[in-house]
């Protein structure tokens, strides 16, 4: 059973500093790009960004240079800094996996980020 669970959402002043992690179980986390979606109240989900095995990543517009995407293959977890975040940064996060086998899609329950002040 694949499983991915985020935690680190919450609320924060604009300016402020989040980290999500996401865990995961039942992927080949070696063989899967992980990555961040969000969505905000009325609006569609939006890429905020995916990295690689090899630690490659790419960042929506709005986030470059204030999320940093991160993982750790031994524990199958990836992370998600952001920093100088701002009130248009609020919504439910999600966390996001692709695996190369089969090219498999999996996602996480979701964690709301808030920014306000």
């Known amino acids: 059973q694949v499983q991915l669970v985020e935690s680190g959402g919450g609320r924060v002043q604009p300016g402020g500093s989040l980290r999500l992690s996401c865990t995961t179980s039942?992927?080949?986390?070696?063989?899967?790009?992980m990555g961040w979606y969000r969505q905000a109240p009325g609006a569609q989900r939006q890429l905020v960004g995916i990295i690689t095995p090899a630690g490659i990543a790419n960042y929506e517009e709005s986030v470059k240079g204030r999320f940093t995407l991160t993982r750790d293959n031994a524990e199958t977890t990836v992370y998600l800094q952001m920093d100088s975040l701002k009130p248009g940064d609020t919504a439910v996060y999600y966390c996001?996996?692709?695996?190369?086998?089969?090219?498999?899609?999996?996602w996480g329950q979701g964690t709301q980020v808030t920014v306000s002040s």
């Open positions: 996001y996996a692709r695996s190369y086998v089969r090219s498999l899609e999996f």
């Open positions: 039942g992927i080949i986390f070696g063989l899967s790009d």
